[in-house]
């Protein structure tokens, strides 16, 4: 079992519209990463997240730790923000990551 | 993002040939990590380096890769006589200190493909 669960693992979107995107997460891990990929394969770390809540723009992130779930939403969704987005879990022991498998958003205008 | 750089950003080896992946990471950041994108999967960990030290390769195949991070110069991940499964996306990462995680920067990746 991956220690670190997506989903949806694509997703469609109609400009405008609130998307979000789920991680569940086992014991052992400390912390969450909300990371982008955009098509050309660069990477940027959008959020941490160890407790509550974090907003930037238009990207909200949440962390549950007690049901072990975080939740990434993206308000307004434009075109630009299609995207890989990957939930990753930073292990308590040990400093490295470890990975979801990536949801794939597009945003039709 | 800013600051950490891979070079090259494709690289294309053909198969028993050597792969020299180079990363600087972002300027004062000891920390550095390598990451492996197979085709269709996810983001693997593979090993994690201070200056002129490993300290996690647990996520290294046992043979044919290495990694350095020397005092001076870049961190280099090096693949021997590559084989065609070795074709992947390769991710660097820095940060300054262990546990600033909101400090972790990616570069762009080197895509090594194996003929």
């Known amino acids: 079992k991956n220690e670190v669960e997506q989903s949806p693992q694509n997703l469609t979107a109609q400009e405008g519209e609130f998307i979000t995107i789920n991680c569940s997460y086992s014991?052992?891990?400390?912390?969450l990463h909300w990371l982008q990929q955009h098509p050309g394969g660069g990477i940027v770390s959008l959020f941490m997240l160890s407790s509550g809540k974090k907003k930037h723009g238009r990207l909200i992130a949440t962390i549950n730790i007690q049901e072990k779930h975080s939740s990434l939403h993206i308000t307004a969704s434009h075109p630009r923000d299609s995207a890989v987005y990957i939930c990753?879990?930073?292990?308590?022991?040990?400093?490295?990551?470890?990975f979801g498998a990536g949801t794939i958003l597009r945003v039709k205008s | 993002n800013a600051g950490v750089m891979q070079n090259p950003r494709h690289l294309v080896r053909r198969r028993g040939q050597e792969a020299r992946l180079r990363c600087s990471p972002v300027?004062?950041?000891?920390?550095v990590y390598w990451y492996r994108q197979l085709p269709e999967e996810g983001l693997k960990f593979m090993v994690y380096?201070?200056?002129?030290?490993?300290?996690?390769e647990s996520g290294m195949p046992k043979e044919r890769f290495s990694a350095e991070f020397p005092k001076e110069g870049p961190s280099i991940l090096r693949i021997q006589q590559v084989v065609r499964g070795d074709s992947a996306a390769y991710f660097c990462a820095s940060s300054p200190e262990t546990f600033l995680w909101e400090k972790l920067f990616f570069g762009s990746g080197t895509q090594l493909s194996v003929l």
């Open positions: 014991v052992g891990i400390s912390a």
């Open positions: 300027k004062g950041h000891s920390h």
């Open positions: 380096l201070q200056k002129e030290n490993i300290i996690d």
């Open positions: 990753a879990g930073h292990m308590e022991y040990g400093n490295k990551l470890v």
